[in-house]
């Protein structure tokens, strides 16, 4: 089994920069794809961005250039850089790690990010 544990989400001001880590650990060898999903307060959870394991990347239309997904594999993380800070990036942020062979995906417990405005 993989557990997923995220940090770096808190409150920052309209404009400001957050970064999210999510350390993965247990059966780190069948991870597949990672990334990042937010839901905000009466809203459909949404992918944020994901990364490959040879670090190809994919993002949200509404990230416009604004964060960055990376990964580092040795440490079994993945981060998600945010910059220009929006109120509607206000979300509790999750990551999520595509298992192999199952196709099963595993969810870490979630983290706030609150933008002033």
């Known amino acids: 089994q993989v557990q997923l544990v995220e940090s770096g989400g808190g409150l920052v001001q309209a404009g400001g920069s957050l970064r999210l880590s999510c350390a993965a650990s247990g059966s780190i060898e069948s991870i597949r794809g990672m990334g990042w999903y937010r839901q905000a307060p009466g809203k459909q959870r949404e992918l944020v961005a994901s990364?490959?394991?040879?670090?190809?990347?994919n993002y949200a239309d509404f990230v416009e250039g604004r964060f960055t997904i990376s990964r580092d594999n040795a440490k079994s993380t993945v981060y998600l850089q945010m910059n220009s800070l929006k109120a509607e990036d206000t979300a509790i942020y999750y990551c999520f790690a595509n298992i192999f062979p199952t196709g099963r995906t595993t969810w870490g417990q979630g983290t706030q990010v609150t933008v002033s405005s």
């Open positions: 990364i490959s394991r040879s670090h190809s990347t």
